[in-house]
């Protein structure tokens, strides 16, 4: 499986940003994508999943209400709508592939894509 994402780029505090990332190969039973964060100096942190099959989304308390995962309707690709954006969401972010969105939740992934820059400016 690879993955590919991009998008990434810098924004004012309160502006909108949207990211990508394509998989290709084989994803037989890894059901669920999601995206992580590592911001400097930090340790990398879930941001947000999708299941597959179902289209259900998950997202961390610090993320909820802002942003908004999505994926396409061939289930290869998945977006990362990124509203209201703020300074310490300033990171490092990654795509991956995992077995469950349960799973990705707690960091049980199978597959990283390289990350994007998203910079935010105060």
């Known amino acids: 499986v690879q993955l590919q994402a991009s998008g990434g780029g810098l924004v004012q505090a309160g502006g909108s940003l949207s990211v990508s990332c394509a998989a290709s190969?084989?994803?037989?039973?890894?059901?669920?994508m999601g995206w992580f964060r590592q911001a400097p100096g930090k340790e990398r942190e879930f941001v947000a999943a999708?299941?597959?099959?179902?289209?259900?989304?998950y997202y961390s308390d610090s993320v909820k209400g802002r942003f908004i995962m999505s994926r396409d309707n061939a289930k290869t690709t998945v977006y990362l709508q990124m509203n209201n954006l703020k300074p310490e969401d300033t990171a490092v972010y990654y795509c991956?592939?995992?077995?469950?969105?349960?799973?990705?939740?707690?960091?049980?992934?199978?597959?990283w894509g390289q990350g994007t820059l998203v910079t935010v400016s105060s």
């Open positions: 190969g084989r994803t037989t039973n890894r059901d669920a």
């Open positions: 999708i299941n597959w099959s179902t289209g259900s989304t």
């Open positions: 991956a592939v995992g077995g469950s969105t349960s799973g990705l939740r707690v960091g049980r992934t199978d597959y």
